[in-house]
């Protein structure tokens, strides 16, 4: 999820290459009325080679989770719900046999807190069998027990729930929830469908749902969905979807959650990149050609430019998804991508930042790396999802010069008649204001792997930490091992925790395999408890 971190961006967007290998293209030459840009390819930035270091094995997490969710979802939009049915192939890795299955149902808080709707679980019960399950509901009302009986689920045991649900879907312009446009609606459904806790050290995970960040803790799975919607409508939904009549048939091998867009406003281009689809979901206005073209550039030279520096995309598509949040969100494989809150939203090329658009849609990109290929729990340590989408987007890709970024500054500085879109500092000064703001952040002593709960005691200190503080954190890494050797880290701790949950002493020890130095374990002392 992108944040707004004003200072922090109005640094980053400065005309410079952090390292030798990102400083190599073409300067720019600027004058006092404009600043003249030149892009280049993924294929014209050259990588330092480092011969890979040795790692441990990625370890194997004894968990008991899902590992294939089969569901049938009908959007009514008359009733304005989703109701449907999940089943849930359930595998207990650990070595405890369980009484009790934990689902949880984000759609509960999410309605409890507007105070308006209702989200409802009926007919649990074991797939197969006529043996009904007993539900117990948490004071969180997100947290819902399925008692087992006689039924335990013991170590290396499977078992195959099924249960039915009904969702109002609440008016309002987040994650889940719809909105209006004309005659046109769109519907933004995620954290609404019924999934399996993660159960792990003894207990199933029972994190709140959060509102202004993630708390979602999901192993890959697979997932089959059949999602029924008026014929009219335009589905797009996390993993590869098919179409036809009313029916969207939606099939993923390894993802952490699901997510549906749909929309009978919304319309659909592709691009290919180097065998990934990319696809563009956009709103339908002629006025907005320039604003959906950079959007796909961006989606585009992101995944080339990731796949370059970290590794192989992890799905085989990529749908970015125009919706009305105040930020992006990333789901595996999809990004509900933040359009400007203007008034006029067939006006988006007259009105928009085409800067903000690519950088955010760079930053929900590089959440498929961080995120949907290396997992973690977000709750617990979310700067190893949010702090490396964080350096990437503002490191990696707006350093890049790649064709989208340089073409959203240029039309941001015709339309506005200035150059100060893109920063004119100098290398040293840069590096200053740089070591300025690392600072300020380790100076007020916060470390950025604190949980969620312990940001909130203090004031305005999440997304400081967080996103900025592990942006800042990898980029003292990179300046200390240098490119080589820093890259071929990432890769290596990309490739070995890839479809799997990573803490941050996984990541720790990535680093010092490769650089063990006093430098460097300075720095990790700096962010790290």
């Not at 078992?159 to 609606?185: A, C, H």
């Not at 942006?471 to 890259?487: I, P, R, T, V």
Request: glycine share 6%; with cysteine.
């Amino acid at each position: 999820m992108k944040k707004n971190i004003k200072k922090y961006l109005a640094i980053v967007l400065a005309v410079l290459f952090l390292g030798e290998q990102l400083a190599g293209c073409v300067q720019s030459e600027q004058t006092e009325q404009e600043t003249k840009l030149e892009s280049r390819t993924v294929d014209e930035i050259e990588l330092e080679p480092y011969e890979a270091e040795e790692l441990p094995p990625a370890g194997e997490r004894k968990t008991c989770r899902a590992e294939q969710y089969e569901m049938e979802i009908t959007l009514d939009t008359v009733k304005q719900q989703i109701r449907g049915n999940s089943t849930m192939t359930i595998t207990n890795q650990t070595e405890d046999t369980l009484g009790q299955i934990c689902v949880r149902n984000y759609a509960a808080s999410i309605l409890k807190e507007k105070g308006t709707g209702t989200s409802t679980i009926s007919n649990a019960r074991i797939a197969g069998t006529d043996q009904m399950l007993v539900t117990e509901t948490k004071e969180d009302s997100s947290v819902i027990y399925l008692q087992l009986g006689e039924r335990e689920l013991k170590p290396k045991d499977t078992i195959t729930i099924s249960l039915d649900f009904v969702t109002d879907i609440p008016e309002q312009k987040e994650k889940f929830g719809y909105w209006e446009e004309g005659e046109n609606r769109v519907y933004q459904l995620s954290f609404c469908f019924p999934v399996t806790a993660m159960y792990e050290n003894g207990k199933w995970n029972e994190n709140p749902y959060v509102f202004s960040g993630e708390s979602n803790y999901h192993s890959p799975a697979v997932f089959r969905c059949t999602f029924t919607a008026p014929e009219e409508y335009t589905v797009a939904a996390t993993g590869e979807e098919k179409t036809s009549g009313k029916v969207t048939e939606i099939y993923a091998e390894s993802i952490r959650e699901l997510a549906v867009v749909a929309s009978d406003r919304m319309k659909k281009e592709c691009v290919d990149a180097e065998g990934v689809e990319v696809n563009h979901y956009y709103l339908d206005y002629k006025g907005n050609t320039e604003y959906n073209k950079l959007s796909l550039m961006a989606a585009r030279d992101s995944v080339l430019l990731f796949s370059r520096f970290i590794g192989e995309y992890p799905y085989k598509e990529l749908d970015i998804v125009q919706t009305a949040l105040s930020n992006g969100m990333e789901f595996p494989g999809l990004v509900m991508a933040a359009m400007p809150d203007v008034e006029n939203i067939q006006k988006l090329d007259q009105s928009a930042s085409y800067t903000s658009a690519c950088s955010m849609i760079a930053h929900e990109t590089a959440h498929q790396w961080f995120y949907g290929g290396v997992g973690n729990d977000p709750y617990e340590e979310a700067w190893l999802d949010e702090g490396f989408a964080e350096y990437c987007e503002d490191v990696l890709y707006q350093q890049s010069r790649l064709a989208s970024a340089v073409e959203a500054v240029k039309r941001d500085q015709e339309r506005l008649g200035s150059s100060e879109i893109w920063g004119t500092m100098s290398d040293e000064e840069f590096h200053r204001d740089m070591e300025s703001q690392i600072e300020q952040i380790v100076g007020e002593r916060f470390i950025i792997n604190r949980t969620y709960e312990q940001y909130q005691q203090e004031v305005d200190t999440y997304s400081e930490y967080v996103y900025t503080g592990g942006s800042c954190f990898l980029y003292e890494l990179q300046n200390a091992m240098g490119d080589g050797k820093f890259f071929s880290m990432l890769q290596q701790y990309y490739r070995n925790w890839c479809m799997k949950e990573a803490r941050t002493e996984d990541f720790l020890q990535a680093v010092r395999a490769y650089d063990n130095s006093e430098e460097v374990n300075q720095i990790i002392t700096k962010y790290i408890a």
